[in-house]
Nanobody, 120 residues
Framework: QVQLVESGGGLVQAGGSLRLSCAAS????????MGWFRQAPGKEREFVSA????????AYADSVKGRFTISRDNAKTSVYLQMNSLKPEDTAVYYC?????????????WGQGTQVTVSS
């Protein structure tokens, strides 16, 4: 079992930045692919970004490419999402996720979510 706890959400004006953090409970954190998903009101949960155990070759949704950066620190069992140039359409609950396989196709563990609100 892996517990994921997100932090760093909040209210920011368009064009601003936020950094989300996700702390994992398990020492075997380094064996999991980690990622971020988001869900806006009235919409389905969607993929945002993912990173493999090594930290190389991160993946991004087209909507955030060039603005968001994912990173991980295996020593701290944490994953981060730096969000720059935020837009009102980025408003959503952001969820941290962990997977032993392809995280876009199958998530083994979810965090509780953190709200990000971008005002225009």
């Amino acid at each position: 079992q892996v517990q994921l706890v997100e932090s760093g959400g909040g209210l920011v004006q368009a064009g601003g930045s936020l950094r989300l953090s996700c702390a994992a409970s398990r020492r075997t954190f380094s064996s999991y692919a980690m990622g971020w998903f988001r869900q806006a009101p009235g919409k389905e949960r969607e993929f945002v970004s993912a990173i493999g155990w090594s930290g190389f070759s991160p993946a991004y949704a087209d909507s955030v490419k060039g603005r968001f950066t994912i990173s991980r620190d295996n020593a701290k069992t944490s994953v981060y999402l730096q969000m720059n140039s935020l837009k009102p359409e980025d408003t959503a609950v952001y969820y941290c996720a962990a997977s032993t396989t392809n995280i876009i196709a199958s998530v083994d563990y979810w965090g509780q979510g953190t709200q990000v609100t971008v005002s225009s």
